[in-house]
């Protein structure tokens, strides 16, 4: 195999390699050798990943290998051929020239069965479209979150005619919530109500999504306890989330009748300076809405107070509330155009945050300044 094909195959699984060493195998991959191919697997039993790579096979079987040590050996091999041969007592030499080495496996038998993927209920999606709606959702998901329904991303899936549907992504980590969805495709679409995605899953997802140059469409189906993706030669698995996620629709403010349309870019550049003085900990900036201008302020008895005033078509009652400068620039990067919609109804209440077109907005909660 050569060793272009078997490091991308290796980088490719290695993100779900479970660091702690509490079940020694789940720091393996497990090679398997085909026909005319090489299928590589990890897995920390909630997210799993299969890469296959083309490969010259002179004995098909099974191995598992440390992913660390594995990746450190072939990353110093040279451009050119690389051998890897199995040993009585789950012992794996590799070879690249005259390097040699001859390292210690594990039993293949103790790696985790791979789960089924015989469904036949596939929803396609543009690469780019997919790729986006985890990017304009994922920042709101919790992290580490003690409600740990929250780390994870919900999937709906809303059928509109039998080939045809719209998918939506759902994120919220309790101060903030984000929504996006866009078109997608399948043989015999049925709606689902929504099921929970891990994060971790999710970014590899999105990382196989932002790499990959297949020109077929991704597919994802999803099963009652599990989700697949495939794309080109990567297959990515996860376990689902089991429990109830917030009702999200009830978290999206209604009254909101004032609207303040911003250039986006203005509005990013003056969270960013006048966040540089906001107190670490929260970020909180105060956001004062007057005729035609925003005002924007932070103040750090340590470290002194900042002050920026940014244009705005904003025409109503003006007031003073605030919010955590980083959440409100995490929802501006996911707009698409270069003008931001903030829609408030109070002092008191969320700010809604949307673009021109429609297929995503996002609901920061405000904060004491």
Same mark, same amino acid.
């Given at each position: 195999?050569?060793?272009?094909?078997?490091?991308?195959?290796?980088?490719?699984?290695? /993100? +779900?390699?479970?660091?702690?060493?509490?079940?020694?195998?789940?720091?393996?991959?497990?090679?398997?050798?085909?026909?005319?191919?090489?299928?590589?697997?990890?897995?920390?039993?909630?997210?799993?990943?299969?890469?296959?790579?083309?490969?010259?096979?002179?004995?098909?079987?099974?191995?598992?290998?440390?992913?660390?040590?594995?990746?450190?050996?072939?990353?110093?091999?040279?451009?050119?051929?690389?051998?890897?041969?199995?040993?009585?007592?789950?012992?794996?030499?590799?070879?690249? /020239?005259?390097?040699?080495?001859?390292?210690?496996? !594990?039993?293949?038998?103790?790696?985790?069965?791979?789960?089924?993927? $015989?469904?036949?209920?596939?929803?396609?999606?543009?690469?780019?479209?997919?790729? /986006?709606?985890?990017?304009?959702?994922?920042?709101?998901?919790?992290?580490?979150?003690?409600?740990?329904?929250?780390?994870?991303?919900?999937?709906?899936?809303?059928?509109?005619?039998?080939?045809?549907?719209?998918?939506?992504?759902?994120?919220?980590?309790?101060?903030?919530?984000?929504?996006?969805?866009?078109?997608?495709?399948?043989?015999?679409?049925?709606?689902?109500? /929504?099921?929970?995605?891990?994060?971790?899953?999710?970014?590899?997802?999105?990382?196989?999504?932002?790499?990959?140059?297949?020109?077929?469409?991704?597919?994802?189906?999803?099963?009652?306890?599990?989700? +697949?993706?495939?794309?080109?030669?990567?297959?990515?698995?996860?376990?689902?989330?089991?429990?109830?996620?917030?009702?999200?629709?009830?978290?999206?403010?209604?009254?909101?009748?004032?609207?303040?349309?911003?250039?986006?870019?203005?509005?990013?550049?003056?969270?960013?300076?006048?966040?540089?003085?906001?107190?670490?900990?929260?970020?909180?900036?105060?956001?004062? !809405?007057?005729?035609?201008?925003?005002?924007?302020?932070?103040?750090?008895?340590?470290?002194?107070?900042?002050?920026?005033?940014?244009?705005?078509?904003?025409?109503?009652?003006?007031?003073?509330?605030?919010?955590?400068?980083?959440?409100?620039? $995490?929802?501006?990067?996911?707009?698409?155009? $270069?003008?931001?919609?903030?829609?408030?109804? $109070?002092?008191?209440?969320?700010?809604?945050?949307?673009?021109?077109?429609?297929?995503? !907005?996002?609901?920061?909660?405000?904060?004491?300044?």
């Amino acid at each position: 195999m050569n060793r272009k094909d078997l490091l991308a195959g290796i980088q490719r699984v290695q /993100g +779900v390699v479970e660091k702690r060493n509490t079940m020694p195998i789940l720091t393996h991959i497990l090679i398997e050798a085909q026909k005319e191919a090489c299928a590589f697997f990890a897995t920390d039993l909630e997210a799993g990943i299969q890469g296959t790579y083309s490969a010259e096979v002179i004995d098909p079987g099974r191995i598992t290998v440390s992913a660390r040590k594995l990746s450190e050996i072939v990353r110093e091999f040279p451009e050119g051929p690389v051998s890897i041969q199995s040993q009585p007592n789950h012992w794996v030499v590799i070879e690249s /020239g005259k390097s040699h080495f001859r390292i210690v496996g !594990l039993p293949p038998e103790e790696f985790p069965a791979l789960p089924p993927m $015989d469904s036949e209920n596939w929803i396609e999606i543009d690469p780019g479209l997919f790729s /986006g709606l985890i990017r304009r959702t994922l920042f709101a998901a919790g992290d580490n979150a003690p409600q740990y329904i929250l780390n994870g991303l919900l999937i709906q899936v809303e059928k509109i005619t039998k080939e045809k549907g719209v998918l939506r992504f759902i994120a919220t980590d309790g101060h903030r919530l984000a929504i996006a969805e866009g078109e997608a495709k399948g043989k015999d679409l049925e709606d689902q109500e /929504g099921v929970i995605v891990p994060k971790k899953a999710i970014l590899e997802i999105k990382r196989a999504l932002d790499e990959g140059e297949d020109p077929a469409a991704p597919e994802i189906s999803i099963g009652k306890n599990q989700l +697949v993706f495939r794309w080109g030669n990567v297959v990515i698995t996860s376990r689902l989330i089991e429990g109830d996620f917030p009702d999200y629709k009830q978290a999206i403010p209604k009254g909101n009748d004032q609207h303040v349309p911003m250039q986006k870019e203005a509005l990013e550049g003056g969270l960013r300076r006048v966040s540089i003085l906001a107190r670490e900990k929260t970020s909180a900036i105060k956001f004062q !809405l007057e005729k035609g201008r925003v005002l924007l302020s932070a103040s750090n008895p340590e470290m002194g107070e900042a002050n920026e005033e940014i244009n705005s078509n904003f025409s109503g009652e003006g007031f003073t509330t605030g919010f955590n400068a980083r959440y409100l620039l $995490d929802a501006l990067a996911a707009l698409k155009g $270069d003008e931001a919609i903030l829609e408030f109804k $109070d002092a008191l209440s969320p700010c809604l945050i949307k673009e021109k077109k429609e297929g995503f !907005l996002a609901v920061i909660m405000p904060m004491r300044v």
